[in-house]
Each structure stands twice: as C-alpha cells, then as structure tokens.
C-alpha cells in the first residue's frame, strides 16, 4: 500500500471540481447587469427574456431566486385577497349547573316542548345539518 503524501493531496484539491456546476453560476457573469436591471424596477420576467435574448438562456424563477439569495432582495409573502366575511357573533359558553346556581336554574321558566328550537347563530366553522330538525319528507313509491 502507498504511503500518504500530502503533496499530492494539496494537488489532487486544487484541481478538483464538484460534479455538478455551483448554483447560477450562469448568472453570476450577469451579475452587474441584472443589478441594474433592478434598479429600474424591471420584473424577473422581463430580465429572463432580455438574457434569453442575448445567449443566456433562464427562466424567471431562476432570477427570482438569484435576486433572493445572492442579492439579497427581500422576500415577500404573497397575500391572499381577503374576503367579505360578515361580522362575528358572539356565542355565549354554556354554563354546567354546578350545585351554587342549581337553585337558579330552577327558578327559570320551563321551554316550551312544542316550540322549535332556533340555533344559536355560528361565527365559524361548518355548516352542519341537523337531521331532527328537518321535516319528514312524503315517500313516493
């Protein structure tokens, strides 16, 4: 077996290259002008085409993504339209009888056992059917 000799190393280490290109390193010889392109507020697509047009041929998300991470650029998160919600009612919590307001739950009147029941309105979530409250539909054989 060969013995280690550190020159070849330091050799073998300068000369290597990964196997795969470094990230936009097509990009970084048009570096200057995508800098100035930004500066007059040019949109990543518009500089995409401009480089495909002259021998560099990109995408603009390539360029975004150049922008983002050797530029520096801020990223915005995008926002989603906000919609026309109705104001949010407020639902009171039930209240469990506890032995302190048994006497109160006592002394209010008793509901009426044939009226319906309304359901309290709902600020969010789904809208679920309740089944014992419809109406029996008529059977057609």
Do not use: W
């Not at 500089?47 to 021998?55: S, Y």
């Not at 209240?95 to 048994?102: Q, V, Y």
């Not at 006592?106 to 309304?118: C, K």
Request: proline share 13%.
């Amino acid at each position: 077996m060969p013995s280690f000799n550190p020159n070849k190393i330091r050799k073998a280490v300068e000369e290597f290259t990964p196997r795969r290109p470094e990230k936009f390193q097509e990009l970084i010889a048009a570096k200057d002008v995508i800098i100035e392109l930004r500066r007059k507020r040019a949109s990543y697509r518009s500089i995409a085409d401009l480089l495909t047009r002259h021998c560099l041929p990109t995408c603009k998300t390539s360029v975004g993504l150049f922008c983002h991470k050797i530029l520096g650029e801020t990223v915005r998160p995008y926002r989603r339209p906000k919609h026309q919600q109705p104001p949010a009612v407020e639902v009171p919590a039930r209240e469990e009888a506890s032995p302190a307001t048994a006497p109160l739950a006592a002394a209010s009147p008793p509901a009426d056992s044939n009226a319906i029941e309304t359901p309290q309105p709902r600020a969010r979530g789904p809208r679920i059917a309740q089944v014992r409250m419809l109406k029996p539909q008529p059977q057609t054989t």
